[in-house]
């Protein structure tokens, strides 16, 4: 416990993506399509481009049906195709074509062992984890090697595969997989080699620093714009009826604009202290209550939140997710009204950004001429019998009754969701404080299975008796990932957890700094032998940044809701709230 | 809140159920002439250790053996028709030193339990009404906060004429109250006397007062409040750590007189 060891202080890049990368592939890489174009001087001196290329890039190789990215993956990485074809598949694969890779789980005997030990200092590295690869023993590299090495997802019978699907082929020089990287999303498509192909595989850490290059900025945007509406409309459930050339005709006529700010989450924190009214007033506009519908507006990605005007205020009668239309219900009330007609309704209420939302702006016309007949009778909204706007402005006299339009959800608390950005949760945890006898079980149980150390507060926000703790919610949009330089917090593919490799977390508290729900700590990190790890020249601890992990590795699920005696604890998803009403109404 | 009482009633119908199978059988182990006590004897000592798991799972928490939930409903259930074959076991009146000191241990263990369930049961909602959730360990800085608070405005006030008298009230009765932490009796039993007393105190003042000072009194009030949810929230969560202590440690004793029990009952059963 006494003492301290002196480390060397851990930096970015100490980890590449392949160490094992050469000099002549790097000079090679340089020297090929698009990197040679790019502007040098468009790079900072401390992350210049011959640098992003050998820390944040490797070269693959890949045989005949090997799988490069999954349909539904959360993306990590951006390829490019240097030599062979690669093939992506527009239709959906079953799961049964395409294995997911066994993840490792401790044994019985070490996870009855870690519950029955006393931790005396929460919190033990092996020293040999956070050394550089360069002075330590190749404990590390061998880790990333290992990853490397793993044998790939391969389809059995890839050429029937590919003949019997829709796919489009990709050749030398182009890249896929960027949309999902950037966008922190899952993959609308999967990819795999046709024949043996050779990638450059670049990390989005990588692929944000090579977007300081405009011309390559603006590649990314063009192909962000263009190449993610088909697919988006294509999985629309609104337009699922739709012949192909009918929906052609709706992506032409569609606009893709986007709201808010990209890193939502630093202004967050700012304006959360505002008062309700301030904050709506920070949310940008999508669209204006009373304004006339020119379009049918469909979010691809992030929140925006429904509301009117009420009194001096606006009331939230909803918020809309991916795939959720806007505008629907005026847009039939329209059409059945004919266009000339005098009752033609405007919006009837107004759309907000919740942070970054991107928002597909369909015309009314393409909508009114190619959707609207081949949409369901039953699955149109019914006709506006109350407009809060007509034509002529405000129908002040019939103001519609204060009730919430989700799931029959208290509105106070839908406006509490919103506020606290709580819908972004995907694992949230959620505490009947009824019931809750604050006997601190669940965060001993959390400690127990966390090497001493709980991974949460058993604090947070409250709505009435429901507390949120401080735990990692896994959200959708995981800002934590943002800005991680060595790619040491990520989401695994299959579950969906956004977990912290100790073993390549470096301490720089971007993502504790970045997370808008205080959910990740910097903790002191512990040798075995109980001594505090410090920086060999600045003498300084050397911290790592530490979060709940929902216990992945455990078959029980998360320890704290199996610890609490009272039923007091929950881990839910804050999007459906059909599940939070029934959990909070049991 | 239907599926919660159909629960109940389940567990009491199993509860009662198997308190009479064992009944029956020891009727009929009676009528053979043998030996019920060893039977009753083991069939407790079986509930006991039963009753034990509950702490084993909550170490445990890795094993996928169903939630601490369940375990902690069982084990309330499990206590029931434990009570029941102890009463069957034991008789009464009970002789000897031994058996009546396991017999006081059992019956203070069983009524800590049913403190215990009480104390679950309650706890929470009158948590809920002391204000928003408060962890343990950040009261003592709230509290401290709340007293520097308290002397600001007693300090404003000793400024000025026209609320002096509120001063010389904080001084007096208030000061204590802000500083000091509250009784082991309090802890134990919380009530709202004190506050009552306060802040009927504070008003009988502010007849003394200007319109300033009336102001400062209604601070002091609310920060009266304050401190006053906050030593109640620090109570209850102490009440409740103290009382798992005591019953888990009259378990252990339960167990070390149970031990010598068993061996004084082998060691001396004859022939």
Redesign the interface.
């Given at each position: 416990m006494a003492g301290a060891l002196a480390i060397e202080r851990p930096k970015r890049w100490d980890h590449p993506l392949d160490p094992s990368m050469l000099l002549r592939d790097l000079d090679w890489l340089i020297a090929s399509e698009p990197f040679a174009s790019m502007n040098p001087d468009c790079f900072p001196k401390a992350t210049p481009l011959v640098d992003i290329l050998k820390n944040d890039a490797r070269i693959s190789r890949y045989e005949h049906g090997d799988v490069i990215i999954r349909e539904g993956e959360y993306g990590g990485s951006a390829f490019i195709v240097v030599r062979g074809r690669v093939r992506t598949l527009i239709t959906r694969l079953e799961s049964t074509s395409v294995e997911v890779a066994q993840r490792e789980r401790p044994s019985w005997l070490k996870?009855?062992r870690?519950?029955?030990r006393r931790f005396p200092v929460p919190e033990v590295r092996h020293v040999a984890a956070t050394r550089s690869h360069k002075d330590g023993p190749p404990r590390l590299v061998t880790q990333v090697r290992s990853v490397d090495d793993k044998p790939r997802v391969f389809l059995q019978d890839a050429s029937a595969i590919l003949a019997g699907s829709t796919s489009e082929p990709l050749g030398e020089g182009e890249l896929f997989g960027e949309m999902a990287a950037i966008t922190r999303s899952p993959s609308h498509y999967t990819v795999v080699a046709e024949g043996p192909v050779v990638l450059l595989e670049i990390r989005w850490q990588g692929l944000r620093l090579l977007r300081r290059d405009p011309e390559f900025q603006k590649q990314l945007d063009h192909r962000y714009r263009g190449a993610g509406l088909k697919a988006h409309l294509r999985e629309t459930l609104l337009f699922r009826f739709l012949p192909a050339e009918h929906l052609e005709k709706i992506a032409e006529a569609t606009q893709l604009v986007s709201y808010g700010d990209r890193e939502w989450f630093s202004e967050y924190k700012s304006t959360r202290k505002l008062n309700i009214q301030e904050q709506l007033r920070q949310e940008p506009i999508i669209v204006e209550e009373g304004s006339p519908v020119n379009d049918l507006l469909l979010i691809r990605s992030g929140f925006a939140r429904r509301s009117y005007r009420l009194g001096a205020g606006h009331h939230t009668i909803a918020y809309l997710g991916r795939g959720e239309a806007f505008g629907l219900s005026e847009l039939i009330h329209n059409t059945h009204q004919g266009i000339n007609d005098k009752t033609i309704l405007p919006y009837q209420e107004s759309l907000r950004a919740i942070g970054f939302v991107d928002v597909l702006k369909i015309s009314r016309r393409a909508f009114v001429e190619y959707a609207i007949p081949f949409m369901r009778g039953s699955e149109l909204p019914k006709p506006i019998v109350t407009a809060r706007y007509d034509s002529q402005g405000p129908v002040l006299s019939e103001a519609p009754p204060l009730v919430s339009q989700q799931e029959n959800v208290d509105p106070a608390f839908l406006e509490f969701l919103v506020d606290e950005r709580l819908i972004n949760g995907r694992q949230v945890m959620m505490?009947d404080?009824?019931?809750?006898?604050?006997?601190d079980?669940c965060v001993?149980?959390c400690a127990?299975?966390h090497e001493g150390n709980p991974r949460f507060?058993?604090?947070g926000p409250?709505f009435g008796?429901f507390?949120f703790a401080h735990a990692c919610m896994h959200c959708a949009d995981p800002v934590c990932m943002i800005g991680c330089p060595t790619g040491a917090i990520a989401r695994d593919s299959d579950t969906g957890i956004i977990s912290i490799n100790p073993d390549t977390c470096i301490g720089c508290s971007v993502c504790s700094e970045s997370c808008p729900y205080e959910n990740i700590v910097m903790v002191q990190i512990h040798d075995q032998r109980g001594r505090a790890l410090v920086d060999k020249q600045s003498k300084l601890p050397i911290l790592q940044a530490t979060k709940c992990d929902l216990c992945h590795s455990?078959?029980?699920g998360p320890?704290c809701?199996?610890?609490?005696?009272?039923?007091?604890l929950v881990r839910i998803d804050a999007s459906n709230l059909k599940a939070l009403q029934n959990w909070m109404d049991? | 809140m239907i599926?919660?009482r159909l629960k109940t009633v389940r567990a009491v119908v199993v509860t009662c159920g198997a308190v009479a199978i064992m009944l029956i059988i020891y009727q009929w182990i009676d009528k053979q002439l043998g030996r019920t006590d060893y039977y009753t004897g083991f069939t407790l000592l079986a509930a006991s250790i039963g009753l034990m798991t509950l702490s084993m799972r909550?170490?445990?928490?890795?094993?996928?053996l169903g939630?601490?939930?369940v375990?902690?409903q069982v084990h309330q259930y499990l206590g029931l028709f434990a009570v029941a074959t102890f009463m069957m076991h034991a008789g009464f009146p009970v002789h000897g030193i031994l058996e009546t000191a396991l017999s006081v241990i059992f019956v203070l263990i069983s009524l800590s339990g049913s403190v215990g369930w009480y104390?679950?049961k309650t706890?929470?909602?009158k948590?809920?009404a002391a204000g928003?959730?408060v962890?343990?360990e950040?009261i003592a800085t709230m509290r401290r906060s709340i007293a520097q608070q308290a002397y600001h405005i007693a300090l404003t006030a000793a400024g000025k004429i026209e609320s002096a008298t509120l001063a010389d009230h904080y001084t007096q009765r208030l000061s204590d109250f802000f500083s000091r932490r509250r009784s082991i009796a309090y802890c134990l039993v919380p009530t709202g006397r004190s506050r009552r007393e306060l802040l009927h105190g504070l008003e009988k003042v502010s007849r003394h007062l200007g319109p300033e000072g009336r102001s400062c009194k209604q601070t002091l009030s609310e920060l009266v409040i304050a401190k006053d949810d906050l030593d109640f929230q620090w109570a209850?969560?102490i009440r409740?750590?103290s009382w798992?202590i005591f019953h888990v440690s009259l378990v252990w004793s339960f167990f070390i007189l149970v031990a010598y029990h068993i061996y004084l009952v082998y060691r001396y059963k004859g022939g």
């Open positions: 996870l009855l870690d519950s029955l505490i404080t009824e019931r809750c006898t604050r006997c079980d001993r149980a127990r299975v507060t058993r604090n409250q008796p507390q455990l078959p029980t320890a809701q199996a610890a609490c005696p009272h039923e007091a049991r | 599926a919660s909550k170490k445990l928490i890795v094993l996928p939630s601490v939930a375990w902690q104390i679950n706890t929470p909602r948590l809920l928003q959730a962890l343990r950040d209850m969560q409740l750590r798992v």
